[in-house]
């Protein structure tokens, strides 16, 4: 079975960094669209960065420059760094996976993903 699982979750302050990690298995993640969503309480999960076989990455307009998402092949992980935080990237953050063509991985769009991890929690003070 396919499973995610993701780690490196945390409180940071205003500015700093963090690193979260997407373990999978149960499946090659260079060969499928994997990417990172995030969610707040009352809103709906938005795609914050994702990226095409390995090879094309796409972000959220709110992200671009300060994320960056990558993938470790021999780990068969998936990582988002992400620097300079604000408050606003306050919110529990999932990987999730599918094989999905190329224009549907670039448009981060929830409902094409059936694959997902637990969550992480990203909590970012001012």
């Known amino acids: 079975a396919v499973k995610l699982a993701e780690s490196g979750g945390g409180s940071v302050q205003a500015g700093g960094s963090l690193r979260l990690s997407c373990e999978a298995s149960?499946?090659?993640?260079?060969?499928?669209?994997v990417g990172w969503f995030r969610q707040t309480p009352g809103k709906e999960r938005e795609g914050v960065a994702t990226m095409y076989r390995s090879s094309t990455t796409y972000y959220a307009d709110s992200v671009k420059g300060r994320f960056t998402i990558s993938l470790d092949n021999a780990k068969n992980t998936v990582y988002l760094q992400m620097n300079n935080l604000s408050p606003e990237d306050t919110a529990m953050y999932y990987c999730?996976?599918?094989?999905?063509?190329?224009?549907?991985?670039?448009?981060?769009?929830?409902?094409?993903?059936?694959?997902w991890g637990q969550g992480t929690q990203v909590t970012v003070s001012s």
């Open positions: 999730a996976t599918d094989f999905l063509p190329g224009v549907y991985c670039g448009r981060m769009t929830e409902d094409v993903f059936g694959t």
């Open positions: 149960g499946y090659t993640a260079r060969d499928y669209c």
